[in-house]
């Protein structure tokens, strides 16, 4: 259960902003202090389940073989095999639409190694390289929570911002999933919440509510 506190941070937040013509994106934004993120070591990297999911759809693409195609085919978004990766990676303006219209990618774990070479370069840098899977596994499970969660990456930047739902759903499940990945965050750090300096929930567009 969310705690009393998050969830009138929350209300505040969604009252206070704007009707639009298009359902906004609630995030959260974390200032960490005394973090020294130039350190790799200090730096958040995580990806973490949501209990209420992410309020919008999630594609997910899996890379693989025969077995693994066949099981994908009812359950994730987009199905490559391995000969159309190769044409795919050939065509740098094919393989930069694939990245940016995917959110998680898997992909057999004996093919890691050539869709890192092959897409590495598209995928790298947006924080997108595949998860493995072994060969032949149902990835029905792995795809279900990857639609429920959100990826937490600090770099070397000590503000950082995760979206944890849309304005559609209530304060009570945006409030618990803005618990879940602050208690995720303190775990992370050396110093737990002391070595956060503060945090805020808002709107797409709409003023910030702080929570810490």
């Known amino acids: 259960m969310a705690e009393k506190p998050t969830v009138m941070a929350v209300q505040k937040a969604l009252e206070s902003a704007k009707k639009r013509n298009f359902t906004e994106t609630v995030e959260l934004a974390i200032n960490l202090k005394d973090v020294d993120l130039s350190m790799p070591k200090n730096r958040i990297t995580d990806d973490i389940i949501l209990p209420y999911g992410r309020g919008k759809s999630i594609r997910i693409c899996v890379i693989g073989g025969g077995e693994l195609v066949q099981k994908a085919k009812d359950v994730a ?8 990766l190769q044409a795919i990676a050939d065509d740098k303006k094919q393989s930069k639409k694939l990245a940016n219209s995917v959110d998680y990618f898997i992909a057999e774990a004996p093919m890691m190694g050539v869709v890192g070479k092959r897409l590495g370069t598209v995928l790298g840098p947006r924080g997108k390289m595949p998860k493995p899977i072994p060969p032949g596994q149902d990835p029905t499970g792995m795809i279900e929570a990857l639609r429920k969660t959100v990826s937490v990456r600090t770099k070397d930047r000590i503000t950082f911002h995760a979206p944890v ?15 879940t990945i602050l208690k995720r965050v303190e775990l992370k750090l050396e110093k737990g919440r002391m070595n956060i300096a503060s945090s805020y929930v808002k709107t797409t567009m709409g003023p910030s509510e702080r929570l810490i």
């Open 165 to 179: 739902g849309t304005v559609s759903m209530s304060p009570e499940e945006l409030a618990e999933n803005i618990d």
């Open 77 to 84: 978004d987009v199905v490559i095999t391995a000969d159309e």
